[in-house]
């Protein structure tokens, strides 16, 4: 929209349906409220078809390019491998525990010539292109709990992190749960270090979804992420997967809990201590030998 001969706002154009079919486009602010490593965030609001037309969302940008639409690629994989198993995961649990949001993608369609003067008051690095490709996500109301590198003192402590091998470029805040009493971050912990270890089984051992951040539903018990962390074997889920290297730095810092016991059988006990070599199951997690010794006593 234009003010006198100045384009007012930034603008993006509609964006690609989400998976409920629905369409939408953003106006967003003239500046990012975070820029990580990867990405500068923005905030905006969402207009279009479909229940979330005026509720604030995240245009996830890339940092330091003009973004083509496969440079997000990696992204919408991440994402839509930890929906599916959050799905599954939530068939044990029996409501929804973990819920990853849907980006989508689209093109910006117009830059505010106001960028320039709120660089002054707002210094960042990030310079809107044109028709760059951005994403559109959920904006995540609440206290934003970012991952954490595991360690025994961080696994006893109370602070605002759940899982390991970090993500650290994001900053932002169905099955209904029933009646659940209100947990202790202990028990919001176990949840989800239990989510990466059920990654792992799901997908025979190929595979840790982890680097969880987000906020807690308090209203639905639901914990709702974005941007996870993905290591598989393979490395196909962009630069944050460190691969087997990433697999093993959870498995070392692990710690199963009961929910993990809950959908872990005998068998997958026995199975966990056979998918690296000899010489890398000797520098894995404490834990593996506690399966084995629970294996070996059935």
């Not at 509720?55 to 083509?68: E, H, K, S």
């Not at 992204?75 to 525990?97: I, V, W």
Request: glycine share 6%; hydrophobic share 35%; proline share 4%.
């Amino acid at each position: 929209m234009k003010l006198l001969c100045f384009e007012r706002d930034n603008i993006t154009q509609q964006c690609s349906p989400t998976q409920k079919g629905h369409v939408y486009s953003a106006s967003f602010e003239f500046y990012p409220f975070h820029e990580g490593a990867t990405y500068a965030i923005y905030k905006g609001v969402l207009s279009g078809e479909g229940p979330r037309d005026g509720q604030f969302c995240v245009v996830r940008t890339m940092l330091d390019r003009q973004a083509a639409e496969d440079d997000w690629t990696p992204l919408l994989r991440r994402a839509d491998e930890a929906r599916r198993l959050a799905a599954e995961f939530n068939k044990h649990l029996g409501y929804n525990a973990v819920v990853f949001e849907e980006p989508v993608l689209t093109q910006i369609e117009a830059v505010s010539d106001f960028t320039r003067l709120f660089r002054v008051f707002k210094p960042h690095d990030k310079r809107l292109k044109l028709k760059e490709f951005v994403a559109l996500e959920r904006y995540l109301e609440g206290e934003f709990r970012k991952p954490n590198i595991l360690s025994q003192q961080a696994a006893a402590c109370t602070g605002s992190h759940y899982n390991s091998n970090s993500n650290e470029d994001d900053v932002y805040s169905g099955m209904a749960a029933g009646d659940h009493p209100e947990m202790t971050r202990t028990e919001e912990r176990d949840i989800i270090q239990a989510f990466s270890h059920f990654s792992w089984l799901e997908t025979k051992q190929s595979l840790v979804v982890c680097g969880l951040q987000g906020v807690f539903d308090e209203e639905f018990r639901t914990f709702r992420f974005c941007n996870p962390v993905i290591h598989s074997k393979d490395k196909r889920f962009g630069e944050s997967d460190g691969a087997t290297a990433g697999i093993q730095e959870f498995l070392a810092k692990h710690r199963c809990n009961n929910h993990c016991n809950a959908f872990k059988s005998r068998r997958e006990l026995r199975r966990d201590h056979n998918i690296f070599s000899p010489e890398t199951n000797d520098k894995l997690m404490p834990s593996i030998s506690r399966f084995l010794e629970l294996a070996n006593n059935t």
